[in-house]
């Protein structure tokens, strides 16, 4: 098991950045990927961005990409999503992702994944 805590959500406005991070209770070097999901309200659960070990791979949204990255802290066990040139489209709860499996689910769908947290609360305004 594993217990993923997402922080530093806010208000933002358009064009700005933010930082958002994903603490894990244990090493993230045994999860075989982590990733972001985002859910607007009224709509489904989208992927944004995923990192899987194996392969040093890194998988982006076509809206996310140029805009947001993905890396980590290995020490620390956190994973962070830096979103910047934000826009009012990226208003959502932010969701972090992890599966320490290696499966054949494409790292861009929600099934794929056997730990979430809780999210956090992106706004941006415009």
């Known amino acids: 098991q594993v217990q993923l805590v997402e922080s530093g959500g806010g208000l933002v406005q358009a064009g700005g950045s933010l930082r958002l991070s994903c603490a894990a209770s244990?090493?993230?070097?045994?999860?075989?990927?982590m990733a972001w999901f985002r859910q607007a309200p009224g709509k489904e659960r989208e992927f944004v961005v995923a990192?899987?070990?194996?392969?040093?791979?890194?998988t982006f949204a076509d809206s996310v990409k140029g805009r947001f990255f993905i890396s980590r802290d290995n020490v620390k066990d956190t994973t962070y999503l830096q979103m910047n040139s934000l826009k009012p489209e990226d208003t959502a709860v932010y969701f972090c992702?992890?599966?320490?499996?290696?499966?054949?689910?494409?790292?861009?769908?929600?099934?794929?994944?056997?730990?979430w947290g809780q999210g956090t609360q992106v706004t941006v305004s415009s």
């Open positions: 244990r090493s993230i070097f045994s999860l075989n990927t």
């Open positions: 990192y899987t070990w194996r392969g040093a791979t890194t």
């Open positions: 992702a992890a599966r320490d499996h290696i499966g054949t689910t494409p790292p861009d769908r929600t099934d794929g994944y056997n730990y």
